[in-house]
């Protein structure tokens, strides 16, 4: 008697168990009259409140705009390249640009692809776990970017203007979190410091365990449990009241030396990560590193430290059903059913 085993993300089962009231199904390739085709549909029809369940697929669901307090999750990126993965569907749940209006604020976004900017302009937007181009904050309050792969920069070389990074916050925006974090930046134009982030000096943001490719600029922040591979960061005799704890910076730091646990002068990439894994994993802390605990909580420097680290492939942290065994041969009138599932906190 042989088994048949059917592998899908918790989206699957979730299209089957959860009520059109507080959950809508957006999958381009369904023809299920209860799922939505389009973003614009489903957004249209959901209350705040809901949640907006996104199929992968190989075709994407374009521009968006979310003017409503809602949660969009998707399967999350690099599936089956990581371990964990391998049962997975590949297909992504991507967009290109992402705007978040000042009635959207509340929303939540995980486990998406945005290939374009993601623009907040909503407060209390939560955006973990994503594969993001870049992502701009518009005097907007209390925002969380956690956990994300931000690959890429806002502005090219070819435009008039500095180079503004893998993260911009302008205004008054207050009380930003950036946690656990990959902040890619651009040093591409040989006329402008290249940076991971560029925030206005009113801002006030606290950065814990992120990996800034480019350093940045910013005010009024802490930062904490951070590694900085290269690129400047604001001067420590400076008037802008940044707060730093067990940072590793890679090269020179003057004014942290000795200073509240940071650490200057860490090395070169192959003494802080064990490069090893196709994607972020080969971010992970070396045993004989010295960001290796170096964390104000005793956990690792970098994004793999700390009380929420990076997810490799951005699997959203609600429960995921990858496994159901049935037989193929039934007897009588009882059907045995094996489903294997795992939690993604």
Same mark, same amino acid.
């Given at each position: 008697? +042989? ?18 009231? #507080? #959950? ?37 669901? &374009? ?6 307090? @809602? +949660?969009?999750? &998707?399967? &999350? $990126? ?43 302009? %909503?407060?209390?937007?939560? !955006?973990?776990? *994503? ?7 518009? *005097? ?35 009380? !930003? ?29 606290? $950065? ?26 604001? *001067?420590?005799?400076?008037? *802008? ?13 003057? %004014? ?11 090395? =070169?990439?192959?003494?802080?990560? =064990? ?8 971010? =992970? ?18 994004? $793999? ?24 041969? @039934?007897? %009588?009138? +009882? ?11």
């Amino acid at each position: 008697m +042989k088994n048949v085993t059917t592998t899908f993300l918790l989206i699957s089962l979730l299209s089957i168990s959860t009520t059109a009231q #507080t #959950t809508l199904i957006l999958d381009n390739n369904s023809d299920d009259p209860l799922h939505y085709k389009t973003f614009a549909e489903a957004i249209e029809a959901a209350a705040a409140g809901s949640t907006i369940l996104v199929h992968g697929s190989g075709v994407g669901y &374009g521009d968006i705009t979310i003017d409503k307090a @809602v +949660k969009i999750i &998707g399967p &999350g $990126f690099y599936i089956g390249e990581n371990p964990g993965t391998e049962n997975m569907s590949t297909a992504t749940a991507k967009f290109k640009a992402v705007n978040v209006s000042i009635d959207g604020g509340g929303a939540f976004l995980s486990g998406l692809r945005i290939e374009g900017i993601c623009a907040i302009k %909503g407060n209390a937007t939560v !955006i973990q776990r *994503n594969q993001i181009r870049a992502v701009k904050i518009d *005097n907007s309050n209390d925002v969380i970017i956690g956990q994300n792969h931000i690959y890429s920069y806002i502005k090219g070389c070819d435009g008039a203007g500095s180079e503004i990074g893998a993260l911009h916050i302008t205004g008054d925006s207050n009380n !930003i979190m950036v946690h656990n974090n990959y902040l890619q930046g651009s040093g591409a134009c040989s006329w402008d410091d290249p940076l991971s982030v560029e925030a206005s000096p009113t801002a006030t943001i606290t $950065f814990k365990n992120n990996i800034f490719i480019y350093g940045g600029s910013y005010s009024n922040s802490v930062f904490e449990n951070n590694i900085i591979i290269a690129g400047d960061t604001p *001067n420590i005799g400076d008037n *802008n009241n940044n707060i730093y704890h067990n940072n590793v910076f890679l090269g020179d730091k003057p %004014g942290l030396v000795g200073v509240n646990n940071n650490i200057t002068n860490a090395g =070169t990439f192959e003494n802080i990560f =064990t490069n090893e894994g196709k994607t972020l994993t080969k971010y =992970t802390i070396r045993d004989d590193s010295v960001a290796k605990g170096a964390g104000r909580d005793g956990t690792d420097a970098g994004i $793999f430290g700390g009380a929420e680290p990076f997810v490799p492939s951005g699997i959203p942290g609600i429960p995921t059903v990858y496994s159901i065994e049935t037989k193929t041969n @039934v007897i %009588g009138d +009882k059907l045995d059913i094996k489903v294997k599932a795992r939690t993604n906190n």
